[in-house]
Protein backbone atom coordinates (compact mmCIF):
# COMPACT_ATOMS: atom_id res chain seq x y z
CA UNK A 1 0.00 0.00 0.00
CA UNK A 2 1.28 3.78 -0.65
CA UNK A 3 2.42 5.25 2.20
CA UNK A 4 0.00 7.66 1.93
CA UNK A 5 -2.77 5.50 1.42
CA UNK A 6 -2.09 3.80 4.37
CA UNK A 7 -1.60 6.64 6.68
CA UNK A 8 -4.63 7.84 5.65
CA UNK A 9 -6.31 4.58 6.80
CA UNK A 10 -4.30 4.64 9.72
CA UNK A 11 -6.06 8.26 11.23
CA UNK A 12 -9.60 7.16 10.26
CA UNK A 13 -9.14 3.64 12.25
CA UNK A 14 -7.20 6.34 15.05
CA UNK A 15 -10.66 8.33 14.95
CA UNK A 16 -12.99 5.28 15.24
CA UNK A 17 -10.90 4.25 17.97
CA UNK A 18 -10.64 8.13 19.91
CA UNK A 19 -14.73 7.49 19.92
CA UNK A 20 -14.45 5.46 22.90
CA UNK A 21 -17.89 3.50 22.41
CA UNK A 22 -16.59 -0.01 21.88
CA UNK A 23 -13.61 -1.80 22.99
CA UNK A 24 -10.72 -1.33 21.14
CA UNK A 25 -9.63 -4.46 20.11
CA UNK A 26 -13.47 -5.06 18.67
CA UNK A 27 -13.09 -1.67 16.57
CA UNK A 28 -9.82 -3.04 15.08
CA UNK A 29 -11.28 -6.61 14.04
CA UNK A 30 -14.18 -5.16 12.55
CA UNK A 31 -12.50 -2.44 10.64
CA UNK A 32 -10.12 -5.24 9.42
CA UNK A 33 -13.25 -7.32 8.65
CA UNK A 34 -14.58 -4.29 6.44
CA UNK A 35 -11.38 -3.77 4.41
CA UNK A 36 -10.21 -7.61 3.63
CA UNK A 37 -7.66 -5.85 0.85
CA UNK A 38 -5.52 -5.00 3.72
CA UNK A 39 -2.53 -7.37 4.30
CA UNK A 40 -1.02 -8.75 7.43
CA UNK A 41 1.88 -5.77 7.02
CA UNK A 42 -0.65 -3.06 6.97
CA UNK A 43 -2.79 -4.51 9.51
CA UNK A 44 0.20 -4.93 11.98
CA UNK A 45 1.04 -1.15 10.93
CA UNK A 46 -2.32 0.36 11.88
CA UNK A 47 -3.17 -1.58 14.85
CA UNK A 48 0.30 -1.00 16.51
CA UNK A 49 0.22 2.59 15.52
CA UNK A 50 -3.56 3.04 16.89
CA UNK A 51 -2.46 1.01 20.38
CA UNK A 52 0.79 3.25 20.64
CA UNK A 53 -1.97 6.42 20.56
CA UNK A 54 -3.94 4.58 23.03
CA UNK A 55 -1.18 4.29 25.28
CA UNK A 56 0.53 7.95 24.92
CA UNK A 57 -2.52 9.55 24.17
CA UNK A 58 -2.05 12.79 26.95
CA UNK A 59 1.24 13.08 25.34
CA UNK A 60 0.20 13.10 21.64
CA UNK A 61 -2.07 15.59 22.88
CA UNK A 62 0.05 17.83 23.89
CA UNK A 63 2.29 18.28 20.95
CA UNK A 64 -0.69 17.56 18.30
CA UNK A 65 -1.99 21.32 18.51
CA UNK A 66 1.06 22.50 16.87
CA UNK A 67 1.22 19.87 13.62
CA UNK A 68 -1.52 20.82 10.43
CA UNK A 69 -4.48 18.85 9.88
CA UNK A 70 -6.84 16.76 11.59
CA UNK A 71 -6.23 15.78 14.68
CA UNK A 72 -6.60 12.02 13.97
CA UNK A 73 -4.04 12.41 11.26
CA UNK A 74 -1.24 13.84 13.93
CA UNK A 75 -1.98 11.65 16.36
CA UNK A 76 -1.71 9.02 13.56
CA UNK A 77 1.86 10.54 13.02
CA UNK A 78 3.27 11.04 16.24
CA UNK A 79 2.15 6.89 16.73
CA UNK A 80 3.27 5.85 13.49
CA UNK A 81 4.14 1.75 13.70
CA UNK A 82 7.08 1.66 10.72
CA UNK A 83 10.36 3.11 9.57
CA UNK A 84 10.60 6.76 9.74
CA UNK A 85 11.49 7.35 6.57
CA UNK A 86 8.44 5.17 5.10
CA UNK A 87 6.44 7.61 7.05
CA UNK A 88 8.01 10.76 6.06
CA UNK A 89 7.27 10.09 2.34
CA UNK A 90 3.76 10.10 3.25
CA UNK A 91 3.68 13.75 5.01
CA UNK A 92 4.16 17.05 3.62
CA UNK A 93 7.56 19.54 4.61
CA UNK A 94 5.35 21.14 6.88
CA UNK A 95 4.60 18.07 8.57
CA UNK A 96 7.88 16.87 8.24
CA UNK A 97 9.65 19.51 9.85
CA UNK A 98 6.53 19.51 12.52
CA UNK A 99 7.87 15.73 13.58
CA UNK A 100 11.59 16.37 13.40
CA UNK A 101 10.55 18.85 16.26
CA UNK A 102 8.55 16.74 18.30
CA UNK A 103 10.81 14.24 18.17
CA UNK A 104 13.61 16.22 19.87
CA UNK A 105 11.57 16.77 22.72
CA UNK A 106 12.93 15.49 25.33
CA UNK A 107 11.15 13.54 28.34
CA UNK A 108 13.03 15.07 31.34
CA UNK A 109 11.22 17.95 30.14
CA UNK A 110 8.20 16.81 29.50
CA UNK A 111 5.23 17.53 32.64
CA UNK A 112 4.88 14.14 34.42
CA UNK A 113 1.13 13.47 32.99
CA UNK A 114 2.85 13.51 29.36
CA UNK A 115 4.97 11.13 30.77
CA UNK A 116 3.13 8.65 32.86
CA UNK A 117 -0.12 9.08 29.64
CA UNK A 118 -2.40 8.06 32.65
CA UNK A 119 -5.39 9.09 33.91
CA UNK A 120 -5.34 11.34 37.13
CA UNK A 121 -7.80 9.00 39.55
CA UNK A 122 -5.19 6.35 38.64
CA UNK A 123 -2.03 7.56 39.15
CA UNK A 124 -2.08 7.93 42.95
CA UNK A 125 -3.18 4.80 43.75
CA UNK A 126 -0.62 3.44 41.80
CA UNK A 127 1.89 5.73 43.40
CA UNK A 128 0.66 4.60 47.27
CA UNK A 129 1.03 0.82 46.12
CA UNK A 130 4.25 0.98 44.51
CA UNK A 131 6.03 4.20 45.67
CA UNK A 132 9.21 4.34 43.49
CA UNK A 133 8.17 1.59 41.31
CA UNK A 134 5.84 3.31 39.95
CA UNK A 135 7.33 4.79 36.58
CA UNK A 136 9.13 1.63 35.91
CA UNK A 137 5.72 -0.06 36.02
CA UNK A 138 4.70 2.98 33.50
CA UNK A 139 7.78 2.45 31.50
CA UNK A 140 6.26 -1.71 31.03
CA UNK A 141 2.88 -0.50 30.37
CA UNK A 142 3.94 2.00 27.40
CA UNK A 143 5.56 -1.11 25.99
CA UNK A 144 3.28 -3.89 25.44
CA UNK A 145 2.36 -7.12 26.31
CA UNK A 146 4.34 -10.22 25.00
CA UNK A 147 2.69 -13.65 24.53
CA UNK A 148 2.53 -16.11 26.90
CA UNK A 149 1.12 -19.87 25.47
CA UNK A 150 0.19 -23.14 28.09
CA UNK A 151 0.67 -26.11 27.34
CA UNK A 152 -2.50 -28.22 27.80
CA UNK A 153 -0.88 -30.76 29.79
CA UNK A 154 -3.66 -33.19 28.89
CA UNK A 155 -2.27 -34.12 25.96
CA UNK A 156 1.00 -32.75 25.57
CA UNK A 157 4.88 -31.87 27.39
CA UNK A 158 5.86 -28.41 27.48
CA UNK A 159 9.77 -29.82 26.02
CA UNK A 160 7.57 -31.09 23.25
CA UNK A 161 5.45 -27.92 22.01
CA UNK A 162 8.75 -26.23 22.41
CA UNK A 163 10.87 -28.70 20.33
CA UNK A 164 7.55 -28.39 17.46
CA UNK A 165 7.49 -24.70 17.91
CA UNK A 166 11.42 -24.70 17.40
CA UNK A 167 10.75 -26.69 13.98
CA UNK A 168 8.22 -24.19 13.01
CA UNK A 169 11.21 -21.26 13.63
CA UNK A 170 9.92 -20.06 16.75
CA UNK A 171 11.42 -19.66 19.59
CA UNK A 172 10.27 -20.35 22.77
CA UNK A 173 11.10 -20.34 26.42
CA UNK A 174 10.13 -21.95 29.48
CA UNK A 175 8.42 -19.17 31.55
CA UNK A 176 9.65 -18.77 35.19
CA UNK A 177 6.80 -19.69 37.26
CA UNK A 178 4.20 -21.72 35.86
CA UNK A 179 5.49 -24.96 34.66
CA UNK A 180 2.78 -25.27 31.82
CA UNK A 181 4.04 -21.59 30.58
CA UNK A 182 6.04 -20.65 27.13
CA UNK A 183 6.96 -17.13 26.21
CA UNK A 184 7.49 -16.27 22.83
CA UNK A 185 8.85 -12.97 21.21
CA UNK A 186 6.82 -11.13 18.92
CA UNK A 187 3.75 -12.12 17.48
CA UNK A 188 3.71 -14.82 15.03
CA UNK A 189 0.78 -16.32 13.78
CA UNK A 190 -0.29 -19.38 15.24
CA UNK A 191 -3.79 -20.47 14.55
CA UNK A 192 -2.57 -22.92 11.90
CA UNK A 193 0.88 -23.98 13.69
CA UNK A 194 0.34 -28.28 14.04
CA UNK A 195 0.56 -28.37 17.74
CA UNK A 196 -2.17 -25.64 17.84
CA UNK A 197 -4.59 -27.13 16.19
CA UNK A 198 -4.11 -30.73 17.81
CA UNK A 199 -4.65 -28.49 20.64
CA UNK A 200 -1.64 -28.70 22.45
CA UNK A 201 -1.44 -25.47 23.70
CA UNK A 202 -3.11 -21.96 24.22
CA UNK A 203 -2.52 -18.38 24.35
CA UNK A 204 -2.40 -17.87 28.15
CA UNK A 205 -0.70 -14.97 30.02
CA UNK A 206 1.66 -16.46 32.82
CA UNK A 207 -0.47 -14.76 35.49
CA UNK A 208 -3.91 -16.37 34.27
CA UNK A 209 -1.98 -20.04 34.40
CA UNK A 210 -0.85 -18.86 38.23
CA UNK A 211 -4.52 -18.61 38.87
CA UNK A 212 -5.48 -21.70 37.87
CA UNK A 213 -3.15 -23.55 39.54
CA UNK A 214 -4.20 -21.71 42.55
CA UNK A 215 -7.41 -23.68 42.60
CA UNK A 216 -5.36 -27.42 42.77
CA UNK A 217 -8.26 -28.90 41.25
CA UNK A 218 -7.62 -32.60 41.63
CA UNK A 219 -9.00 -35.82 39.75
CA UNK A 220 -12.79 -36.65 40.17
CA UNK A 221 -13.74 -33.83 41.63
CA UNK A 222 -16.49 -31.11 41.09
CA UNK A 223 -15.49 -27.99 40.40
CA UNK A 224 -16.82 -24.46 39.38
CA UNK A 225 -15.55 -21.75 37.29
CA UNK A 226 -17.98 -19.12 38.20
CA UNK A 227 -16.98 -16.55 35.49
CA UNK A 228 -16.03 -18.78 32.77
CA UNK A 229 -15.65 -16.15 30.08
CA UNK A 230 -13.84 -17.30 26.90
CA UNK A 231 -12.81 -20.30 28.87
CA UNK A 232 -8.92 -19.98 29.43
CA UNK A 233 -8.66 -21.04 32.52
CA UNK A 234 -11.25 -23.91 32.51
CA UNK A 235 -9.39 -25.44 30.22
CA UNK A 236 -6.35 -25.22 32.09
CA UNK A 237 -8.14 -26.55 35.25
CA UNK A 238 -9.85 -29.21 33.41
CA UNK A 239 -6.13 -30.64 32.18
CA UNK A 240 -5.37 -30.40 36.08
CA UNK A 241 -7.87 -32.47 36.71
CA UNK A 242 -6.89 -35.01 33.81
CA UNK A 243 -10.22 -34.75 31.91
CA UNK A 244 -12.21 -36.67 35.38
CA UNK A 245 -14.80 -35.46 37.44
CA UNK A 246 -17.04 -33.01 36.49
CA UNK A 247 -15.87 -29.03 35.58
CA UNK A 248 -18.83 -26.40 34.96
CA UNK A 249 -18.02 -23.45 33.07
CA UNK A 250 -20.53 -20.96 34.01
CA UNK A 251 -21.02 -17.35 32.56
CA UNK A 252 -23.41 -14.58 32.24
CA UNK A 253 -22.61 -14.03 28.14
CA UNK A 254 -23.92 -17.19 26.03
CA UNK A 255 -21.89 -15.29 22.91
CA UNK A 256 -18.36 -16.18 24.84
CA UNK A 257 -19.59 -19.60 25.56
CA UNK A 258 -20.24 -20.24 22.02
CA UNK A 259 -16.52 -19.17 21.50
CA UNK A 260 -15.65 -21.25 24.10
CA UNK A 261 -16.89 -24.75 22.25
CA UNK A 262 -14.15 -24.65 19.36
CA UNK A 263 -11.35 -24.22 22.13
CA UNK A 264 -13.09 -27.23 24.11
CA UNK A 265 -12.64 -29.71 21.54
CA UNK A 266 -9.42 -28.63 20.34
CA UNK A 267 -8.48 -29.67 24.14
CA UNK A 268 -9.67 -32.96 24.13
CA UNK A 269 -11.11 -32.63 27.54
CA UNK A 270 -14.41 -34.40 28.30
CA UNK A 271 -15.33 -33.12 31.69
CA UNK A 272 -15.87 -29.71 31.17
CA UNK A 273 -19.57 -28.39 30.74
CA UNK A 274 -20.29 -25.05 29.92
CA UNK A 275 -24.00 -23.54 31.41
CA UNK A 276 -24.84 -19.97 30.61
CA UNK A 277 -26.58 -18.34 34.16
CA UNK A 278 -28.71 -15.18 34.19
CA UNK A 279 -27.12 -13.53 37.30
CA UNK A 280 -25.10 -14.92 40.08
CA UNK A 281 -27.98 -16.19 41.88
CA UNK A 282 -29.42 -18.15 39.10
CA UNK A 283 -31.26 -21.33 39.98
CA UNK A 284 -28.58 -23.56 38.05
CA UNK A 285 -26.55 -22.14 41.09
CA UNK A 286 -28.37 -22.70 43.86
CA UNK A 287 -28.86 -26.30 42.69
CA UNK A 288 -25.24 -27.12 43.18
CA UNK A 289 -24.87 -24.97 46.64
CA UNK A 290 -22.51 -26.95 49.00
CA UNK A 291 -21.82 -29.58 46.26
CA UNK A 292 -18.47 -28.42 45.01
CA UNK A 293 -15.07 -29.18 45.73
CA UNK A 294 -13.67 -26.23 44.18
CA UNK A 295 -14.67 -23.15 43.09
CA UNK A 296 -12.85 -20.23 40.91
CA UNK A 297 -14.17 -16.65 41.03
CA UNK A 298 -12.16 -14.84 38.45
CA UNK A 299 -14.30 -11.90 38.63
CA UNK A 300 -15.48 -8.87 36.54
CA UNK A 301 -13.68 -6.01 37.18
CA UNK A 302 -12.01 -2.98 35.73
CA UNK A 303 -9.10 -4.99 33.50
CA UNK A 304 -6.83 -2.32 34.61
CA UNK A 305 -3.98 -5.19 35.16
CA UNK A 306 -4.04 -6.03 31.16
CA UNK A 307 -3.24 -2.40 30.24
CA UNK A 308 -0.12 -3.28 28.50
CA UNK A 309 -2.22 -5.11 25.60
CA UNK A 310 -6.28 -3.05 26.07
CA UNK A 311 -4.38 0.54 26.48
CA UNK A 312 -7.85 2.02 26.00
CA UNK A 313 -9.47 0.63 29.16
CA UNK A 314 -7.52 3.25 31.24
CA UNK A 315 -9.83 6.26 29.23
CA UNK A 316 -12.96 3.74 29.04
CA UNK A 317 -12.84 3.39 32.95
CA UNK A 318 -13.76 5.76 35.51
CA UNK A 319 -13.69 5.91 39.32
CA UNK A 320 -17.57 5.35 39.30
CA UNK A 321 -17.78 2.38 37.09
CA UNK A 322 -14.98 0.70 39.81
CA UNK A 323 -17.21 1.35 42.44
CA UNK A 324 -19.91 -0.19 41.29
CA UNK A 325 -18.13 -3.16 39.76
CA UNK A 326 -16.87 -3.55 43.83
CA UNK A 327 -20.41 -4.13 44.44
CA UNK A 328 -20.81 -6.41 41.42
CA UNK A 329 -17.88 -8.38 42.53
CA UNK A 330 -18.81 -9.05 46.48
CA UNK A 331 -22.17 -10.08 45.28
CA UNK A 332 -20.43 -12.76 42.85
CA UNK A 333 -17.91 -13.88 45.44
CA UNK A 334 -20.93 -14.15 47.91
CA UNK A 335 -23.26 -16.52 45.85
CA UNK A 336 -20.27 -18.08 44.90
CA UNK A 337 -19.42 -19.66 48.56
CA UNK A 338 -22.44 -20.75 48.37
CA UNK A 339 -21.19 -23.99 46.19
CA UNK A 340 -18.62 -24.89 48.60
CA UNK A 341 -19.33 -27.88 50.73
CA UNK A 342 -16.67 -28.02 53.77
CA UNK A 343 -13.62 -28.72 53.32
CA UNK A 344 -13.69 -27.23 49.52
CA UNK A 345 -11.48 -24.57 48.30
CA UNK A 346 -12.44 -21.02 47.40
CA UNK A 347 -10.41 -19.25 45.01
CA UNK A 348 -10.93 -14.75 44.29
CA UNK A 349 -9.23 -13.24 41.65
CA UNK A 350 -9.39 -10.07 39.20
CA UNK A 351 -7.22 -8.55 36.49
CA UNK A 352 -7.13 -5.13 38.47
CA UNK A 353 -4.39 -3.17 40.24
CA UNK A 354 -7.00 -1.32 42.47
CA UNK A 355 -7.09 -2.52 45.94
CA UNK A 356 -10.86 -1.57 46.19
CA UNK A 357 -11.41 -4.79 43.45
CA UNK A 358 -8.84 -7.09 45.25
CA UNK A 359 -7.62 -6.34 49.02
CA UNK A 360 -10.73 -4.63 50.12
CA UNK A 361 -13.10 -7.40 48.66
CA UNK A 362 -10.93 -10.19 50.33
CA UNK A 363 -10.73 -8.75 53.45
CA UNK A 364 -14.71 -7.97 53.73
CA UNK A 365 -15.55 -11.27 52.83
CA UNK A 366 -13.03 -12.88 55.44
CA UNK A 367 -14.51 -10.65 57.77
CA UNK A 368 -18.37 -11.61 57.48
CA UNK A 369 -17.45 -14.91 56.59
CA UNK A 370 -15.63 -16.98 59.71
CA UNK A 371 -16.53 -20.72 58.27
CA UNK A 372 -14.04 -19.67 55.58
CA UNK A 373 -10.55 -19.62 56.57
CA UNK A 374 -8.11 -17.93 54.35
CA UNK A 375 -4.70 -19.61 53.41
CA UNK A 376 -1.83 -17.87 52.95
CA UNK A 377 -1.27 -17.52 48.82
CA UNK A 378 2.57 -17.60 49.70
CA UNK A 379 2.46 -21.14 51.16
CA UNK A 380 -0.20 -22.33 48.49
CA UNK A 381 1.96 -21.55 45.97
CA UNK A 382 5.20 -23.38 47.61
CA UNK A 383 3.03 -26.54 48.56
CA UNK A 384 2.57 -26.47 44.46
CA UNK A 385 6.72 -26.57 44.30
CA UNK A 386 6.81 -23.15 42.29
CA UNK A 387 9.84 -21.20 43.32
CA UNK A 388 10.35 -17.89 45.05
CA UNK A 389 6.70 -18.04 45.44
CA UNK A 390 6.69 -15.31 48.32
CA UNK A 391 7.71 -13.00 45.16
CA UNK A 392 4.29 -13.55 43.62
CA UNK A 393 2.78 -12.29 46.71
CA UNK A 394 1.88 -9.17 49.18
CA UNK A 395 -0.53 -8.36 51.94
CA UNK A 396 -0.96 -9.97 55.35
CA UNK A 397 1.36 -9.91 58.17
CA UNK A 398 3.26 -12.41 56.90
CA UNK A 399 3.94 -10.50 53.66
CA UNK A 400 2.13 -13.65 51.36
CA UNK A 401 -1.52 -13.23 52.13
CA UNK A 402 -2.45 -12.24 48.37
CA UNK A 403 -1.17 -13.47 45.13
CA UNK A 404 -0.14 -9.61 43.31
CA UNK A 405 1.59 -9.70 40.13
CA UNK A 406 2.64 -6.98 38.43
CA UNK A 407 3.95 -6.25 34.69
CA UNK A 408 7.29 -4.54 35.78
CA UNK A 409 7.86 -7.16 38.42
CA UNK A 410 6.94 -10.84 36.61
CA UNK A 411 6.60 -9.78 32.97
CA UNK A 412 2.76 -10.55 33.56
CA UNK A 413 -0.71 -9.36 33.55
CA UNK A 414 -2.00 -7.80 36.56
CA UNK A 415 -3.54 -10.14 38.76
CA UNK A 416 -4.59 -10.48 42.01
CA UNK A 417 -6.03 -13.32 43.72
CA UNK A 418 -7.14 -14.68 47.11
CA UNK A 419 -8.05 -18.01 48.48
CA UNK A 420 -9.87 -20.22 51.47
CA UNK A 421 -10.72 -23.08 52.72
CA UNK A 422 -13.97 -23.89 53.65
CA UNK A 423 -13.83 -25.26 57.55
Known sequence: MHPKALLEACSELVRLTLKFDH???AIVSRFFRDHRGLG?????TMAETVYTVLRKKLLFDHLAPSGSGSKERRLAILGFYGP???LRSALSPQEVAWLDACEQVKPADLMERHRHNLPEWLVQPLKDQLGDEFWPLVEQL???AGLDLRVNTFKAKRTDVQKA?????????????SPWGLRIAGKPALNKNEAFVRGDFEVQDEGSQLLSMLLDAKRGE??????????GKTLAIGACMRSTGRLYAFDTSAHRLDAFKSRLKRSGLSNVHPAVIAHERDERVKRLSGKMDRVLVDAPCSGLGTLRRNPDLKWRQSPQAVAEMALKQAAILQSAARLLKPGGRLVYATCSVLPQENEAIADAFSAAHPDFAALPVGEVLAGLKLENAASLCSGGEAGAQYLRLWPHRHATDGFFAAVWHKV
Do not use: S
Open 142 to 144: NRG
Open 165 to 177: LAQAGIKAVATPY
Open 84 to 86: GDF
Open 222 to 231: MVVDFCAGAG
Open 40 to 44: PRERA
Open 23 to 25: PAD
